[in-house]
């Protein structure tokens, strides 16, 4: 046990053993320093953003896939399975351009602009509305994945205050770099109008019977004429509303109650919340090789320290291999490919009802 502990102290403190000069330091140590600061910047984890860069075509799926796949979480659940929204696809179309255009990923754009601000240029009335969102993922599945994987994002998929949805897959450049968005909008239409409602209905339903009973002829005639049958009033579908944009009073006269948390954060709080993150199963892969680049830097940085504090002095090929492992680890470490600039979703839903 002692001689171990001797061994692992050779590797970071000076001493007879190891010719005064800590083996991480020694030639072979500074290679395997360089190979693994390699790695790690040459993973693919860090390498997905080239991978979407390099990509021929647009993308190498569409809504259709994405819609599958959330009318298969549902059916899953025992939940109906939503229908497909042209109205709904329009919004989500137009988010995309608009996150594009305007250069930002979040719910609410930099001039304001909210979902059911989408929503309401589209004509979309909805009893209840929702957004999902998420960038760079290079398959349907794995975006979906991320979705059900968040709470927020999952209670979207399957609400069952939904009936539509419309699905919107774009690719274009964000932030400098290829980028695939995903807008996934969910909705349930708000009923027709009072003029075509049920109870409309029923009133022009009762005009008919009132009106053929005092036409009701009196009982003169041996053979009364028959008397004509009630007319059906046509009832409208609650479905046939949702085929196109309602007109007039679009969201109604309320302003919608909306439950739109923090939009995505940006910087360092995004760094401590991929942190927080880790415990719930959503931190991206590259914050683990970050985490391991910065131990790796820590104990390059003890073994120089303690050579210097022992000798005094630091060779020149020895300061001159530690200072480029050091660019290196402090590059995996610090930049890198960041984790919000590679495959991600909102950090939070947006739902109203």
């Not at 000076?14 to 020694?26: D, Q, V």
């Not at 988010?95 to 989408?118: C, L, R, V």
């Not at 504090?309 to 660019?327: K, M, N, Q, S, Y």
Request: hydrophobic fraction near 45%; charged fraction near 15%; charge should be positive.
């Amino acid at each position: 046990m002692r001689r171990f502990i001797y061994r692992i102290a050779d590797v970071f403190v000076p001493s007879e053993r190891n010719g005064m000069l800590p083996y991480a330091l020694h030639e072979a140590g500074s290679a395997l320093y360089f190979f693994f600061a390699l790695l790690l910047l040459l993973s693919p984890s860090y390498f997905n953003i080239s991978q979407l860069a390099s990509l021929a075509e647009p993308f190498k799926f569409d809504a259709t896939s994405v819609v599958r796949l959330i009318n298969g979480a549902r059916t899953a659940a025992g939940l109906e399975p939503l229908s497909l929204n042209s109205v709904l696809a329009l919004t989500a179309e137009k988010k995309n351009e608009d996150m594009f255009a305007g250069q930002y990923f979040a719910h609410i754009s930099p001039t304001g602009k909210t979902p059911w601000t989408f929503l309401k240029e589209d004509g979309y009335a909805y009893r209840a509305a929702g957004e999902n969102l998420a960038s760079d993922f290079l398959t349907a599945e794995d975006a979906h994945a991320a979705f059900m994987e968040s709470p927020t994002h999952r209670a979207n998929i399957l609400s069952p205050l939904y009936s539509e949805v419309g699905v919107s897959v774009k690719q274009g450049i964000l932030n400098g770099k290829p980028t695939i968005l995903i807008a996934e909008y969910f909705g349930k239409p708000k009923v027709a109008s009072a003029a075509t409602g049920p109870s409309s209905a029923k009133a022009t339903a009762d005009k008919p019977a009132k009106t053929a009973t005092r036409a009701k002829p009196a009982a003169v005639s041996p053979k009364p004429a028959p008397t004509a049958p009630l007319p059906t009033p046509a009832m409208t579908p609650p479905t046939t509303a949702t085929a196109q944009p309602l007109k007039g009073d679009v969201l109604g006269s309320e302003t919608p109650k909306e439950n739109l948390q923090a939009t995505a954060p940006s910087g360092l709080f995004a760094r401590l919340l991929n942190g927080f993150a880790y415990a719930k199963g959503q931190i991206p892969a590259s914050f683990g090789l970050k985490v391991l680049a910065f131990l790796a830097l820590c104990s390059l940085l003890v073994a120089t320290a303690m050579l210097f504090t022992r000798t005094h002095d630091i060779p020149f090929g020895v300061g001159v291999r530690a200072a480029l492992i050091f660019l290196l680890l402090g590059y995996a470490a610090t930049f890198g490919i960041h984790p919000w600039d590679g495959a991600q979703i909102t950090s939070v839903a947006a739902a109203t009802v």
